[in-house]
């Protein structure tokens, strides 16, 4: 929207909470007077439209919307794991899918599903599984993406996150439509 490239992430949202028929809690205040460059800013925008989208399609109550900056995204390997990387590579990964990059973005879903495993971020390992078994359907495996889809749904069930078990199970519809539509 105009509003986006004209005032901001932090306006964009705002006005974006206003107009939806869905309770938006706001934690956004870092992000505040504050600007990311475009692409960051569209990505960003379009993350949380997505993500409210979803919940309206599962039902949710109300959605929470909190935003971090990271000044340094990422430690160097002597200084040891860093706790930002997954959603930093979740962010790269969804990134590189806007600009139809896909072989980036599955390099960089598989590797923050791996971090995410490893610090026990169960939300973001189901949203990694989720688009990987998208990116699986996109390449013609349909039966690969059912078995991440399936997957990224019981991690986002025992996650207790809805939003990402929404998406998944949309995701899922997709992949059973297409197995439907090739046997």
């Known amino acids: 929207p105009p509003l986006l490239d004209d005032a901001g ?58 935003a971090m900056v990271v000044e340094t995204l ?18 790269e990964a969804w990134l590189a899918e806007q600009r139809n990059d896909t072989e980036t973005a599955v390099a ?21 599984l989720a688009r990987l078994g998208a990116n699986a359907l996109a390449d013609g495996d349909a039966r ?9 749904l019981a991690a986002a069930e025992e996650a207790r996150a809805p939003w990402v078990a929404a998406l998944a199970r949309v995701e899922l519809g997709r992949v059973l439509t297409a197995v439907g539509d090739l046997e």
């Not at 997505?50 to 109300?62: F, T, Y």
């Not at 879903?109 to 971020?121: D, F, K, P, S």
């Open 9 to 66: 992430l932090f306006e964009a949202i705002i006005s974006f909470a206003e107009q939806t028929d869905l309770v938006l809690v706001l934690d956004i205040e870092p992000i505040a007077g504050r600007r990311f460059g475009p692409e960051v800013e569209r990505a960003a925008y379009r993350l949380v439209t997505g993500s409210v989208a979803a919940a309206l399609h599962a039902g949710a109550p109300e959605v929470v919307v909190s």
């Open 74 to 91: 990422r430690h160097a390997d002597a200084i040891g794991f860093d706790a930002y990387q997954p959603p930093v590579l979740l962010l």
């Open 108 to 128: 960089a879903y598989a590797q923050a599903l791996e971090r995410a495993a490893q610090a026990g971020l169960a939300n973001h390992v189901a949203f990694a």
């Open 144 to 152: 690969r993406a059912e078995e991440l889809e399936r997957r990224a």
